[in-house]
């Protein structure tokens, strides 16, 4: 086949509306075209701007790996199937078999931050392009997240940056990709509370999360916004009064197609689970964001939500998606992951992940993750 001799800037500005899957298949055409898509950083965010965004699953599953979920929520009967496991490459070991334990997976712009509680490492990961970078931490058992500051005049220009602390202390680390250097925020304190981790997420490079405060009924629930640019946390308005009776409440926070936020809410176990999602986010407003109830589900009786479960909500089609770890007779070398789609009207599916879970870690979906060059 021959290439047409087209300008070179009018090539690029077509291949940058070309989906990212499809782009990768392309740069074996040409050395030009291996050079744009895998090497030129200012492409890659001219495409995450311009790109149709895919959506895919993904789910941390068995022997701390990463698997893709093909998910169908076309039709009266939604269907979900575990494809098979990512490979991410580890410098440090030759034998496959010894491979980087992912614990916890943070997604950011088409990048996973994967961390472990087994090592004082970390890695920032494209699974499309196959581009790690690996980190070094003071301690294992750290609690990080990523994101990235950006200049309000140029919208490609972005700072990736992991902000996180450590269980041993009351710092707040900064870590910048671009300058590949750690340091100190001064004035920031760690939100710190059991489950910290499972209870955030990343939104146009600014991190969400739920914090708690201890009153005297019970507890006190709320969302903040950690701001990369302004280093900064944000209150944000919830939709709903902040008391809870419980934080274990499976309250939890997903994002849905990139654009909102999606909170999953339970007053207490006997109360049915309210699925909110946010009507467009307006940064000038300060965290005064408003909200839409989309879903309330009977969830006590056939899913088993815990604080750990992250989930998925389709807003258009009224489905609710969640992985969860099973035990079978309360033995945890029996335990599966099962994978739950349910409907407005409440119908649930059950659907088997086809292996057994790994003592120690749990089943994470992410938020959908967005294929991209950065």
């Known amino acids: 086949m021959t290439i047409p001799n087209l300008p070179k800037d009018l090539v690029e500005e077509i291949l940058s509306f070309v989906p990212a899957t499809y782009l990768k298949r392309l740069s074996s055409t040409c050395k030009p075209w291996n050079r744009l898509i895998h090497n030129d950083k200012r492409f890659a965010r001219k495409h995450f701007d311009n790109a149709a965004k895919e959506f895919l699953v993904f789910m941390l599953r ?4 990463i698997c893709r979920i093909s998910v169908n929520l076309h039709g009266a009967d ?24 992912i614990d916890r997976v943070f997604h950011c712009d088409g990048l996973l931050l994967c961390t472990s509680k087994h090592e004082r490492r970390m890695v920032v990961w494209n699974p499309l392009t196959s581009e790690t970078k690996w980190i070094q931490t003071r301690e294992e058992r750290g609690t990080f997240f990523l994101g990235y500051s950006q200049d309000k005049n140029k919208s490609c220009n ?16 900064e870590y910048d990709l671009n300058s590949d250097s750690w340091r100190v925020l001064d004035g920031i304190r760690p939100k710190w509370y059991s489950g910290f981790a499972y209870r955030c997420v990343s939104l146009k490079g600014n991190a969400y999360m739920l914090a708690k405060d201890v009153t005297d009924v019970g507890f006190s629930l709320s969302l903040l916004k950690y701001d990369f640019s302004t280093e900064k946390y944000v209150p944000v308005t919830l939709p709903f ?11 939890r926070l ?43 589900l009977d969830l006590s009786r056939e899913v088993h939500i815990s604080f750990k479960t992250n989930f998925l909500v389709d807003e258009e089609k009224k489905v609710f998606m969640c992985c969860v770890r099973l035990r079978e007779d309360g033995d945890e070398n029996k335990s599966q992951y ?35 060059l950065v």
């Open 78 to 101: 939604p269907s979900a199937e575990v494809k098979g496991e990512l490979t991410l490459p580890d410098p440090y070991f030759k034998n496959s078999a010894d491979q980087f334990k």
């Open 254 to 296: 997903s994002v849905v197609r990139g654009e909102k936020l999606a909170l999953l809410y339970r007053r207490d176990k006997r109360s049915k689970a309210e699925i909110w999602v946010t009507n467009k986010i307006d940064d000038t407003t300060k965290g005064a964001i408003s909200w839409s109830k989309v879903l309330a």
């Open 158 to 173: 972005k700072s990736y940056k992991i902000m996180g602390f450590y269980r041993s202390g009351g710092q707040v680390w």
């Open 62 to 65: 068995k022997n701390f790996r």
């Open 338 to 372: 099962k994978v739950y789609i349910v409907r407005e009207d409440n119908k649930v599916k059950e659907i088997d992940s086809g292996v057994n879970a790994t003592s120690g870690s749990w089943p994470t979906i992410l938020s959908l993750y967005v294929p991209s």
């Open 241 to 251: 009064p902040s008391q809870a009776r419980s934080f274990n409440n499976a309250n």
